[in-house]
Each structure stands twice: as C-alpha cells, then as structure tokens.
Nanobody, 127 residues
Framework: QVQLVESGGGLVQAGGSLRLSCTAS????????MGWFRQAPGKEREFVAD????????NYADSVKGRFTISRDNAKNTMYLQMNSLKPEDTAIYYC????????????????????WGQGTQVTVSS
C-alpha cells in the first residue's frame, strides 16, 4: 500500500520561503500525477498545484502562481513544493496527494480525483 509523507513545514515570516517534500513508498510513484492541496482553519481544502507523472506539465492555483514551484524527482520517489514570497494567507496545513489514475493527467482537478493522501504538514506565515 502506497504511503505519502510530507515534511518541511514550519513557521516563517511574511516574504520568506519554505520547501515542502512529499516522499512516497512503493515503486509506482513515477506512474502517477501528483498534487498539493492546503486547508486553512474553517475553510475547505483547496488546490495549490499539480504535476504530471513525468514532471513535464504543471499547473497552479492563481493565488500561488509566480510564487510557488512544484517539481518531482522520480528516482527519489519525492515531490517538492518550493514556496517563495510567502504571505499570511498561505497559512494552512499542506497535503500531498496521488492521482487515482495512472499515466493520466488533467490540470487542476479536484480532491476527489486523488486517492492517496499524506498526513499533512503545517505552514504558518507570520505578518
């Protein structure tokens, strides 16, 4: 059974940077598109970014475009989210997730299209 483990969250001042990592167990990581979502207190889980199984295609929410970069290293079974110019409104629990379909990619799909989720990592941006 595939498991996803996020790391790299923490407390940072506005304007700072963090890099999140998501490491997957198993040998099928490279066959699946992956995504990052976040959930702030009292709000619904929202899409942040996604990446195709090869890493050739990426897509971002408008709120993070130009500030966040998603990438993956299939040799390491790891996906990353580089977050720059962080704002207080970026404060949330960040989750990585695996698309439920192998060798398939559709940009900006909702959380219902993901079937494996990590436990989440807290990102707090102070003003």
């Amino acid at each position: 059974q595939v498991q996803l483990v996020e790391s790299g969250g923490g407390l940072v001042q506005a304007g700072g940077s963090l890099r999140l990592s998501c490491t997957a167990s198993g040998r099928t990581f490279s066959s699946y598109a992956m995504g990052w979502f976040r959930q702030a207190p009292g709000k619904e889980r929202e899409f942040v970014a996604d990446i195709s199984w090869s890493g050739a295609r990426t897509n971002y929410a408008d709120s993070v475009k130009g500030r966040f970069t998603i990438s993956r290293d299939n040799a390491k079974n790891t996906m990353y989210l580089q977050m720059n110019s962080l704002k207080p409104e970026d404060t949330a629990i960040y989750y990585c997730a695996r698309n439920r379909l192998s060798l398939s990619y559709s940009a900006h799909v909702g959380p219902e299209m993901y079937d494996v989720w990590g436990q989440g990592t807290q990102v707090t941006v102070s003003s």
